[in-house]
């Protein structure tokens, strides 16, 4: 059973940056696809990252791209979303989550199999 861990949320002001991390542990193979959800004060959930571990392809939502990045440690069976440049409209609960898929093909939450617990992020503006 695949479980997922999230770290690193907190409160920073706008233009300021954080690391979130999802550790990952039982994973069989290495054909999963990896993405970052959020999830605004009462707005639906939302894909914004993901990242096939056996490809190395990522994809980004046009809301983050080119102030966020997502990476995947190897070693450490870790996925990382490195957020820079944050706004106020960046608060949410971020959430790390696993498909298992060799390929990324869909921002739909229900097709995802395995979620993290999620991490707050809040940005003061």
């Known amino acids: 059973q695949v479980q997922l861990v999230e770290s690193g949320g907190g409160s920073v002001q706008a233009g300021e940056s954080l690391r979130l991390s999802c550790a990952a542990s039982?994973?069989?193979?290495?054909?999963?696809?990896m993405a970052w959800f959020r999830q605004p004060p009462g707005k639906e959930r939302e894909g914004i990252a993901r990242?096939?571990?056996?490809?190395?392809?990522?994809a980004y939502k046009d809301s983050v791209k080119g102030r966020f990045s997502i990476s995947h440690d190897t070693a450490k069976n870790t996925l990382y979303l490195e957020m820079n440049s944050l706004k106020s409209e960046d608060t949410a609960i971020y959430y790390c989550?696993?498909?298992?898929?060799?390929?990324?093909?869909?921002?739909?939450?229900?097709?995802?199999?395995?979620w993290g617990q999620g991490t707050q992020v809040t940005v003061s503006s």
């Open positions: 039982g994973y069989t193979d290495d054909k999963y696809c």
């Open positions: 989550a696993a498909q298992r898929e060799a390929f990324c093909t869909t921002w739909d939450p229900s097709d995802y199999d395995y």
């Open positions: 990242f096939s571990t056996h490809t190395t392809w990522s």
